[in-house]
């Protein structure tokens, strides 16, 4: 009997870090691939993990998918798991910026819209 994983809840996730979902593929029982967007409107392509150890072949995929689909940035999620040392080791070779490996979804760029923001932190006194 097959036992398929709860599929996380990637609406909240992205919406807490600053990201909205446009697209949620589920390629495996444990496995999707998250298309986000941020504030920006760049786009941002998950494949998201729901394993306990994640390797290199899962980051050669990553790089795969963001070679094909040309992403602003591309993350490899490890939800409840880890990166083995050859997963980070093949993704330093692999030399692509756009490649990160979390075990979190990072925040989105913050938009530069928020100014008085900025001119509050810079006032405020030390």
């Not at 589920?26 to 994640?54: C, E, F, K, M, Y």
């Amino acid at each position: 009997m097959e036992h398929r994983s709860k599929m996380p809840d990637f609406e909240r996730m992205a919406r807490d870090a600053g990201y909205r979902v446009v697209v949620i593929e589920r390629l495996r029982s444990n496995r999707w691939l998250v298309t986000l967007v941020d504030r920006d409107g760049h786009t941002v392509l998950v494949l998201a993990q729901a394993r306990p150890l994640i390797g290199s072949a899962d980051v050669q995929d990553l790089a795969e998918f963001v070679r094909l689909r040309n992403p602003t940035m591309g993350i490899l999620l490890a939800i409840g798991g880890m990166f083995s040392a050859s997963a980070q080791h093949t993704c330093a070779e692999l030399r692509d910026r756009r490649l990160h490996l979390c075990t979190a979804l990072p925040p989105a760029p913050a938009a530069v819209a928020d100014e008085s923001a900025v001119r509050n932190a810079l006032a405020s006194p030390r």
